[in-house]
């Protein structure tokens, strides 16, 4: 049973034409995570939601928007997408933002932009 | 600011074989430690999580550990089958449950 469900698994999308993905949880975790991983590097952290309260990581480009409507779904925006944005983009979750707890993964979205 | 190091990048060994995977870090404050699979073009799979506390960790054929003080961890595969391959990564827990991943080791088990 699938606890952390992206959509879509594929996304193309222009350059410059904005794109949305999509990330939701069966699993009622308090934080909420978005990664970018691109070709045979590590996952990077671009910033997480802690219940309603967003964290955005320092280098994080403002192209890059996040929102959380309600503990099930969070929504990660590229504004305008450029070639170097293309990547597999992974949401994942944790029950709270103690040490202790495990980080749950979707199976990611992979972007193209052509 | 933490480094978080896999060696091998890469391992190929044959089938049935047992393995060990490393991981070292160069901030020894970490919460816990956790190591993912990764089949290619797919999400992370969480394979084991170690806490700070902790020496050890083991889930069937795989045995995870963590000496904190030196920045290290090790996943052991025994008995490997064709299944296992894929990329192995290991991140640890820096506060608020920010990862920081290694860049993995692609591991491939040949029949």
């Known amino acids: 049973d699938a606890m952390v469900i992206q959509n879509p698994r594929y996304q193309v999308t222009q350059f410059g034409k904005p794109v949305t993905l999509s990330c939701s949880q069966t699993?009622?975790?308090?934080?909420m995570y978005w990664y970018q991983q691109k070709s045979s590097q590590a996952p990077k952290l671009l910033f997480h939601?802690?219940?309603?309260?967003?964290?955005n990581e320092a280098d994080t480009p403002d192209n890059f928007q996040s929102r959380r409507p309600n503990t099930s779904f969070c929504f990660l925006d590229i504004r305008s997408p450029g070639l170097g944005d293309a990547a597999m983009y992974l949401c994942?979750?944790?029950?709270?933002?103690?040490?202790?707890?495990?980080?749950?993964f979707g199976p990611g979205t992979r972007l193209t932009v052509t | 600011k933490q480094e978080v190091t896999q060696i091998p990048a890469a391992l190929s060994v044959p089938e049935g074989e047992n393995l060990v995977l490393n991981c070292s870090f160069t901030?020894?404050?970490?919460?816990?430690l956790q190591w993912f699979r990764q089949d290619p073009g797919k999400g992370l799979t969480s394979l084991l999580l170690?806490?700070?506390?902790?020496r050890e960790q083991t889930s069937g054929r795989l045995n995870a550990s963590l000496d904190k003080s030196s920045g290290r961890s090790t996943l052991y595969i025994a008995a490997s089958q064709p299944g296992d391959s894929a990329t192995y990564l290991c991140?640890?827990?820096?506060?608020?449950?920010?990862?920081?991943f290694g860049q993995g080791t692609r591991l491939t088990i040949n029949p």
């Open positions: 901030d020894s404050a970490i919460y816990n």
């Open positions: 699993l009622n975790h308090n934080v």
């Open positions: 991140a640890v827990n820096q506060g608020a449950q920010k990862l920081v």
């Open positions: 170690i806490q700070s506390s902790q």
């Open positions: 994942a979750t944790s029950r709270d933002r103690t040490g202790s707890h495990e980080q749950y």
């Open positions: 939601y802690y219940d309603k309260d967003f964290n």
